[in-house]
């Protein structure tokens, strides 16, 4: 009866919380996004979230508030998908999203692009917290191999802006257990990274990454 209590209860927060996200109000987004990565946590709120039909929209306006002009707006919503990367199911929803529509005429590959892009400009964001949430949430989504995709076309600036917010993130120094959270995780991210032949070629043709 629990159970079915707690269920009930996600599903009653998803339509209101897909309206906050779309609102305008950056408290209210952000709030939103918070709320987003708290239910993605654990499991008993996570599959009743993930089976509803409103989750596509709650997940679309998500990544599209990485490209906020309000970095607090942006950094939480990096929180979220950096809960939602690390579950495998809906790390798959983050990559190949269904509705894209709802964003207007755009590719689910320019949305995925977009989101990676937002996380990269939030790596150099010069709070310590956000960039570790933007360094794990890069790591979490390379779980995904739908990444390297993504990564290997080339028509923008969006795969250096990544390799070297993940080479400053991993390079912080700091008392901080963000700071060493963001070194962690864009290291992790960057072996990652390095592990493909392809990417691994052109992280070395980048020139001045280590100046």
């Not at 996600?10 to 987004?29: E, N, R, Y």
């Not at 962690?184 to 052109?202: I, K, P, T, W, Y």
Request: aromatic fraction near 4%; charge should be neutral.
């Amino acid at each position: 009866l629990e159970s079915q209590q707690n269920k009930y209860h996600v599903l009653a927060q998803l339509q209101p919380l897909a309206v906050s996200l779309a609102s305008g109000d950056t408290t209210q987004q952000s709030r939103a996004c918070l709320c987003v990565a708290n239910l993605v946590q654990k499991v008993e709120t996570r599959e009743p979230m993930l089976t509803h039909p409103v989750c596509e929209v709650i997940i679309l306006r998500t990544m599209q508030l990485l490209q906020a002009s309000d970095w607090r707006v942006a950094s939480a919503a990096c929180k979220a998908i950096k809960e939602l990367a690390a579950d495998s199911e809906a790390r798959r929803r983050l990559m190949y999203p269904r509705q894209s529509s709802l964003l207007g005429p755009r590719s689910p590959v320019d949305i995925v692009r977009s989101m990676i892009a937002g996380i990269a400009v939030l790596l150099n964001c010069p709070d310590a917290s956000a960039c570790a949430d933007a360094a794990t949430a890069v790591r979490n989504l390379m779980c995904s191999p739908g990444i390297w995709e993504r990564l290997s076309q080339q028509h923008d600036n969006m795969f250096g802006d990544l390799v070297l917010g993940l080479h400053k993130a991993m390079m912080l120094q700091g008392v901080d257990r963000h700071y060493l959270n963001a070194a962690l995780g864009a290291g992790e991210s960057l072996n990652a990274l390095v592990g493909q032949v392809d990417m691994r070629v052109r992280v070395i043709e980048m020139e001045g990454i280590y100046e």
